[in-house]
């Protein structure tokens, strides 16, 4: 079993990075659900991502893809440290996702075979 963490910093929307990495995790669990484990960290703007109640207009919808890949298993937290300092620490978050700190990345980063950032 190949255990992969994706660090994610980029906004949901500033750029296509965390929706991209997340379409690369749930592609990697679907064609290889027996040969990977995923996690999914995100830190900086990418903590938006894991906001209840996205509603964009056209294009990438990052709340239903992160409700797709906590579907399939993988665990997503966000770093609680910078969800305070946009003011977001209790906001309503996508079903599957939770708060998380530096030493819950630190035990991800020593339990992964592979860290991929975004």
């Known amino acids: 079993m190949q255990k992969l963490l994706f660090i994610l910093n980029?906004?949901?929307?500033?750029?296509?990075?965390?929706?991209?990495?997340?379409?690369?995790?749930i592609n990697?669990?679907?064609?290889?659900?027996?040969?990977v484990e995923v996690k999914v960290f995100c830190f900086s703007d990418s903590v938006l991502s894991g906001l209840a109640g996205q509603a964009p207009n056209d294009g990438s919808n990052v709340q239903q893809t992160l409700e797709v890949l906590t579907g399939l298993g993988a665990e997503?937290?966000?770093?609680?440290?910078?969800t305070k300092a946009r003011g977001i620490t209790h906001l309503p978050l996508v079903k599957g996702v939770v708060l998380g700190t530096l030493d819950d990345?630190?035990?991800w980063t020593l339990w992964a075979d592979k860290v991929i950032n975004f």
């Open 76 to 82: 997503v937290k966000l770093c609680t440290s910078c």
């Open 28 to 35: 990697l669990i679907e064609e290889h659900p027996k040969e």
């Open 10 to 25: 980029e906004s949901p929307y500033g750029t296509e990075k965390a929706f991209n990495a997340l379409r690369f995790a």
């Open 105 to 107: 990345v630190s035990e």
